[in-house]
Nanobody, 116 residues
Framework: QVQLVESGGGLVQPGGSLRLSCQAS????????MGWHRRLPGNKLQYLAS????????KYGDVAQGRFTLSRDSAKNTVDLQLGALTPQDTGVYLC?????????WGQGTQVTVST
């Protein structure tokens, strides 16, 4: 059974940074596609970044390109997302996702709030 648990969210000032982590079990983050999305106020779901396979091929959505960095730690079986240059528009629930044998699995999410 796949389980994804996000952590690292919190309150940060505009211009600040955060590092989010997704602890995975039941799935090998080195072999399977792993990704981050976020749910914005109004329930809009937005793609951020994903990493594929052993060669660590990484893709970013437009909102993440140049500000966010995705990385994997195979020893810990985690996928991290480093957030930078945050603005209030980045406020939302950040979610980890994987697709294993055609079935999607999501974590519960971690709240990121960007505010003064």
């Amino acid at each position: 059974q796949v389980q994804l648990v996000e952590s690292g969210g919190g309150l940060v000032q505009p211009g600040g940074s955060l590092r989010l982590s997704c602890q995975a079990s039941g799935v090998d983050v080195r072999r399977e596609a792993m990704g981050w999305h976020r749910r914005l106020p109004g329930n809009k779901l937005q793609y951020l970044a994903s990493v594929f396979g052993p060669d660590s091929s990484t893709k970013y959505g437009d909102v993440a390109q140049g500000r966010f960095t995705l990385s994997r730690d195979s020893a810990k079986n985690t996928v991290d997302l480093q957030l930078g240059a945050l603005t209030p528009q980045d406020t939302g629930v950040y979610l980890c996702k994987t697709v294993l044998r055609g079935e999607q699995s999501w974590g519960q999410g971690t709240q990121v709030t960007v505010s003064t």
